[in-house]
């Protein structure tokens, strides 16, 4: 899936994607957002089966990429770095979340 993209980033580098993603919406006026769609870890509204699925997926990104699953308080670190002011997360599809950031 290519909308999952910034779990396989460290910190470092989705900061530098947000920002370009900050600047292209910038760029065309008032409004726009950035679509994520990712895990969020310690998700209370998940049962424990997906819970351990989320983990699969940590321990799969800290093997084989630089990247990683982030909590909501670490997605919310990226997003500020990246100069977004707003975001709002929604669990859907499981393990899935939407999240949408705000410029």
């Known amino acids: 899936d290519n ?8 910190d470092d580098e989705c900061i ?3 920002k370009r993603c ?7 006026g008032k409004g726009g957002k950035v679509i994520v769609i990712d ?5 209370h509204k998940v049962d ?7 983990l699969f997926f940590d321990m799969e990104m800290l093997i084989y990429l630089s990247g990683r ?7 919310a670190k990226l997003f500020c770095e990246a100069g977004f ?19």
Request: charged share 25%; aromatic share 10%.
């Open 3 to 10: 909308q999952w993209i910034l779990h396989n980033w460290n």
């Open 16 to 18: 530098q994607i947000l």
């Open 22 to 28: 900050k600047e292209a919406i910038s760029s065309q």
């Open 39 to 43: 895990i969020v870890l310690e998700n």
């Open 48 to 54: 424990q089966e997906l819970v351990e699925t989320q």
């Open 69 to 75: 699953e982030r909590i909501e308080k670490e997605w």
């Open 85 to 103: 002011s707003d975001f709002r997360i929604a669990h859907i599809r499981g393990y899935r979340s939407l999240i949408e950031v705000y410029p």
